[in-house]
């Protein structure tokens, strides 16, 4: 093995470890219910379109060209000691296959079924990437013949994924509430972007075998193209940061993370034919290009989730064009002056654009006709780990638990504990809360059944007019507010059947002065007039007020006859 094939192995390695940055970047800038979806995405198109290259993709890409247009051999590769750098290279190429593909699951990210995201996997590692590598990338094709130039892939790869990656969004539609009833976007805040960071950083690694590697040796060039791929992405960081403190007047992590990557699209296509000031120039204006691009789908109502659409669709097709704006022509070597040059990149990304976009676009909207892509509502609201994989996670069984406890009130549900993790610090707090509360409650129920009695007793004592202080003695012990309450409650039946007695006695006085009174009016007017009529001696007998009977005995005494007593 030479040492050329040495350092494109490693090389593919490098390009592989993107696939791994890719997830963590796509995982941490979604929501955690759609996670585990997002890294099966990952990991699935890898294997796809891996095999798919195997098939057919390698020879129609790079077999011997038939009219410009499609390879015609070179199927099946297979390794073989006479031709090792053959396998090297189709291990090298079968990872930028991995990369255009998986590209495509973060930008749909959160509402696209896995069954459809396989179909369209399928469809850009088995057709459209090849075909389009084809044209630019195989000596015989009709875009590289006619002068075009992409060194690792700003558009071969990366804007290819991002176009299909666009047709599929339009049909399918945005998130729900990513955009108000006014259209105005909405921000869906990622589950995790220290996670998404370091998915970057993992990306920024992997870019050095991705442009370092693209010479196929290890010659004086590798050093310069590491030099200038680390500060374009450096350039766009630095643009993003200072954009980002512009704007929003504060650091916003998902702007570093899309200007750093911006810079690292934009200088793949050129990376190998300019100077380093260039290369950080290059960067800086990928990183604004991508950020016009999003503002501008953000404006249509296009929903990508990870931004990818404006990275590597804007920031890839800007790149292309440097390569004719920023490179030198001595270096680009196609005997074109630069004019001529923009001409045919322009060609070149514009042919991009109508296969990419347009064939994806075409076959993607016929099979949504029979076959839906997005999920249902339902499944979106729920979560794609669980309506997609039934992947339940500690922190799903807890809202679950949650959801059901608000639908039913049943406070003996508990949140199981998973021991030693984040969420299960949080479901054991959850669950000590629930059992103070359901404590709580049930002293509160058991209190106001006390209290329930309490008030039948004095309702009772009230409609029966009979007060008893004993009534209360099974509540008068308690140290609660119910025990006072009952304490007070004999203390007012005491002192009311104390003024009843009271009362009582008072109105047996009165009986006896009111019998007294009738007797004396009675005998003074016998001892007058003689014996009364009955129907006077009865009027007077009826009447019960004191003071009435005081004046009737004083007219009594004053009468002259029996008449004038009437009043």
Same mark, same amino acid.
């Given at each position: 093995m030479t040492i050329n094939q040495l350092w494109v192995l490693l090389c593919t390695g490098l390009v592989f470890l993107m696939q791994a940055g890719f997830m963590c970047l796509e995982s941490g800038l979604t929501r955690a219910k759609n996670s585990i979806n997002v890294a099966v995405k990952n990991i699935a198109?890898?294997? &796809?379109? +891996?095999a798919l290259f195997w098939v057919s993709g390698y020879g129609m890409m790079f077999g011997i060209s038939r009219f410009g247009w499609f390879g015609t051999s070179d199927f099946f590769p297979s390794a073989q000691v006479e031709q090792s750098f053959a396998t090297v290279f189709f291990l090298y190429q079968a990872m930028f296959c991995g990369t255009a593909t998986t590209i495509i699951s973060g930008a749909v990210a959160e509402r696209l079924k896995f069954s459809a995201y396989i179909v369209i996997a399928i469809l850009v590692s088995g057709i459209i990437y090849p075909l389009f590598g084809h044209w630019a990338w195989n000596d015989g094709g009709w875009l590289k013949q006619l002068g075009f130039i992409d060194f690792a892939g700003s558009t071969v790869v990366h804007s290819v994924g991002a176009l299909v990656s666009l047709a599929t969004l339009i049909i399918i539609g945005s998130r729900q509430g990513r955009f108000d009833s006014s259209g105005k976007a909405r921000k869906i805040q990622g589950t995790n972007l220290p996670f998404a960071v370091l998915g970057a950083l993992l990306l920024w690694v992997g870019w050095l075998g991705f442009n370092g590697g693209s010479t196929l040796e290890l010659n004086e060039q590798v050093p310069g193209i590491i030099l200038n791929t680390v500060m374009a992405g450096v350039g766009g960081m630095i643009t993003a940061i200072l954009y980002s403190q512009w704007r929003y007047r504060r650091i916003e992590a998902e702007e570093l993370i899309n200007g750093s990557i911006a810079g690292l699209v934009a200088i793949t296509a050129c990376c190998n034919i300019v100077a380093t000031p260039l290369a950080v120039i290059i960067g800086a204006t990928g990183a604004m290009v991508a950020q !016009?691009?999003?503002?501008?789908?953000?404006?249509?109502? &296009?929903?990508?989730?990870?931004?990818? +659409?404006a990275i590597h669709g804007g920031a890839g097709i800007w790149g292309t064009l440097c390569v004719a704006l920023f490179g030198q022509l001595e270096l680009i070597n196609t005997g074109l002056n630069r004019l001529s040059q923009l001409g045919i990149q322009l060609l070149g990304v514009t042919v991009a654009c109508i296969w990419a976009f347009g064939f994806s676009w075409l076959l993607l909207k016929l099979l949504n006709s029979f076959f839906v892509l997005r999920v249902s509502l339902e499944d979106e609201e729920l979560g794609l780990n +669980?309506?997609?994989h039934d992947a339940k996670t500690d922190t799903y069984e807890l809202f679950q638990v949650m959801d059901l406890q608000a639908r039913t009130h049943d406070l003996s549900l508990r949140v199981p504990v998973e021991s030693f993790t984040e969420n299960g610090h949080i479901a054991t707090r959850y669950n000590? #809360? #629930?059992?103070?509360?359901?404590k709580n409650h049930q002293q509160t129920t058991e209190s106001l059944e006390e209290l329930y009695a309490v008030t039948a007793t004095v309702i009772s004592a009230v409609e029966n007019s009979k007060f008893s202080a004993a009534d209360f003695d099974s509540f008068a012990s308690r140290s609660d507010e119910l025990g006072i309450l009952a304490r007070v409650l004999q203390q007012i039946v005491e002192t009311i059947n104390s003024q009843q007695g009271e009362i009582a006695k008072i109105e047996q006085k009165l009986e006896i002065s009111v019998e007294k009174q009738q007797s004396s009016?009675?005998? *003074? !007017?016998? *001892?007058?007039?003689?014996? !009364?009529?009955?129907?006077?001696?009865?009027?007077i007998l009826s009447i019960q007020d004191l003071e009435q009977l005081n004046q009737l005995f004083q007219k009594a005494i004053a009468i002259d006859s029996l008449e004038d007593l009437d009043p």
């Amino acid at each position: 093995m030479t040492i050329n094939q040495l350092w494109v192995l490693l090389c593919t390695g490098l390009v592989f470890l993107m696939q791994a940055g890719f997830m963590c970047l796509e995982s941490g800038l979604t929501r955690a219910k759609n996670s585990i979806n997002v890294a099966v995405k990952n990991i699935a198109d890898f294997g &796809i379109s +891996v095999a798919l290259f195997w098939v057919s993709g390698y020879g129609m890409m790079f077999g011997i060209s038939r009219f410009g247009w499609f390879g015609t051999s070179d199927f099946f590769p297979s390794a073989q000691v006479e031709q090792s750098f053959a396998t090297v290279f189709f291990l090298y190429q079968a990872m930028f296959c991995g990369t255009a593909t998986t590209i495509i699951s973060g930008a749909v990210a959160e509402r696209l079924k896995f069954s459809a995201y396989i179909v369209i996997a399928i469809l850009v590692s088995g057709i459209i990437y090849p075909l389009f590598g084809h044209w630019a990338w195989n000596d015989g094709g009709w875009l590289k013949q006619l002068g075009f130039i992409d060194f690792a892939g700003s558009t071969v790869v990366h804007s290819v994924g991002a176009l299909v990656s666009l047709a599929t969004l339009i049909i399918i539609g945005s998130r729900q509430g990513r955009f108000d009833s006014s259209g105005k976007a909405r921000k869906i805040q990622g589950t995790n972007l220290p996670f998404a960071v370091l998915g970057a950083l993992l990306l920024w690694v992997g870019w050095l075998g991705f442009n370092g590697g693209s010479t196929l040796e290890l010659n004086e060039q590798v050093p310069g193209i590491i030099l200038n791929t680390v500060m374009a992405g450096v350039g766009g960081m630095i643009t993003a940061i200072l954009y980002s403190q512009w704007r929003y007047r504060r650091i916003e992590a998902e702007e570093l993370i899309n200007g750093s990557i911006a810079g690292l699209v934009a200088i793949t296509a050129c990376c190998n034919i300019v100077a380093t000031p260039l290369a950080v120039i290059i960067g800086a204006t990928g990183a604004m290009v991508a950020q !016009l691009v999003s503002q501008t789908l953000r404006r249509w109502r &296009i929903d990508d989730a990870v931004d990818a +659409v404006a990275i590597h669709g804007g920031a890839g097709i800007w790149g292309t064009l440097c390569v004719a704006l920023f490179g030198q022509l001595e270096l680009i070597n196609t005997g074109l002056n630069r004019l001529s040059q923009l001409g045919i990149q322009l060609l070149g990304v514009t042919v991009a654009c109508i296969w990419a976009f347009g064939f994806s676009w075409l076959l993607l909207k016929l099979l949504n006709s029979f076959f839906v892509l997005r999920v249902s509502l339902e499944d979106e609201e729920l979560g794609l780990n +669980v309506s997609e994989h039934d992947a339940k996670t500690d922190t799903y069984e807890l809202f679950q638990v949650m959801d059901l406890q608000a639908r039913t009130h049943d406070l003996s549900l508990r949140v199981p504990v998973e021991s030693f993790t984040e969420n299960g610090h949080i479901a054991t707090r959850y669950n000590q #809360m #629930m059992d103070a509360l359901q404590k709580n409650h049930q002293q509160t129920t058991e209190s106001l059944e006390e209290l329930y009695a309490v008030t039948a007793t004095v309702i009772s004592a009230v409609e029966n007019s009979k007060f008893s202080a004993a009534d209360f003695d099974s509540f008068a012990s308690r140290s609660d507010e119910l025990g006072i309450l009952a304490r007070v409650l004999q203390q007012i039946v005491e002192t009311i059947n104390s003024q009843q007695g009271e009362i009582a006695k008072i109105e047996q006085k009165l009986e006896i002065s009111v019998e007294k009174q009738q007797s004396s009016i009675v005998k *003074t !007017l016998e *001892t007058r007039f003689g014996d !009364l009529p009955q129907t006077e001696r009865d009027r007077i007998l009826s009447i019960q007020d004191l003071e009435q009977l005081n004046q009737l005995f004083q007219k009594a005494i004053a009468i002259d006859s029996l008449e004038d007593l009437d009043p």
